[in-house]
């Protein structure tokens, strides 16, 4: 079972940026795809950006051409670098897998997430 944690949140000012960093205790390699969730109070967890083995993103239309994701499978880190930030991108954000087959035999459990909060 590999644990995940977040980090890199903050608060930032309208127009900023930051690097989000999801560090996994084990190999993602094997993992078929890595995703940025992002969740606000009263709402549903939403996808924000979504990285296969093969490196290839897609992404929600709110942060397409703001945010970037990726992988680093010798580091076993998924990053988001969030850039123009807006109010309405302050969540906690979360990363986990998206891989059924690799979570049914081994588990993939949810982090705790990192704040993000952007002032206007």
């Known amino acids: 079972q590999v644990q995940l944690v977040e980090s890199g949140g903050g608060l930032v000012q309208a127009g900023g940026s930051l690097r989000l960093s999801c560090a996994a205790s084990?190999?993602?390699?094997?993992?078929?795809?890595m995703v940025w969730y992002r969740q606000t109070p009263g709402n549903q967890r939403e996808l924000v950006a979504r990285?296969?083995?093969?490196?290839?993103?897609n992404y929600a239309d709110s942060v397409k051409g703001r945010f970037t994701i990726s992988r680093d499978n010798d580091e076993n880190t998924v990053y988001l670098q969030m850039t123009r930030l807006k109010p309405e991108d302050t969540a906690v954000y979360l990363c986990?897998?998206?891989?059924?087959?690799?979570?049914?035999?081994?588990?993939?459990?949810w982090g705790q997430g990192t704040q993000v909060l952007v002032s206007s």
């Open positions: 986990n897998a998206d891989d059924p087959y690799y979570c049914g035999l081994f588990g993939c459990p």
């Open positions: 990285v296969t083995r093969k490196n290839e993103t």
């Open positions: 084990g190999s993602i390699f094997r993992i078929n795809a």
